[in-house]
């Protein structure tokens, strides 16, 4: 499963990630920097590490799974 994560800086400094699913391709980086932008500005978040306060990066991540049988 492909996963779009959107990493914030939080106010102790701390890395966050916000992942969701089945991300649009090909990835729109001034649609991303926008929600991202919003998502700050809205301040809808919050971590351990308290608000979110600055867009660090954004990636698609690709999961495999394989399962094993088991006899």
Do not use: H, W, Y
Request: glycine letters at 4%; aromatic letters at 2%; a negative charge.
């Amino acid at each position: 499963m492909k996963r779009l994560n959107l990493v914030f800086l939080n106010t102790a400094g701390k890395s966050v990630t916000l992942s969701l699913n089945d991300p649009v391709e090909p990835a729109d980086p001034v649609a991303v920097r926008s929600a991202m932008d919003e998502i700050i500005a809205q301040n809808v978040f919050e971590s351990t590490g308290g608000e979110l306060t600055q867009v660090k990066s954004a990636r698609i991540s690709e999961n495999n799974t394989t399962p094993i049988e088991i006899a």
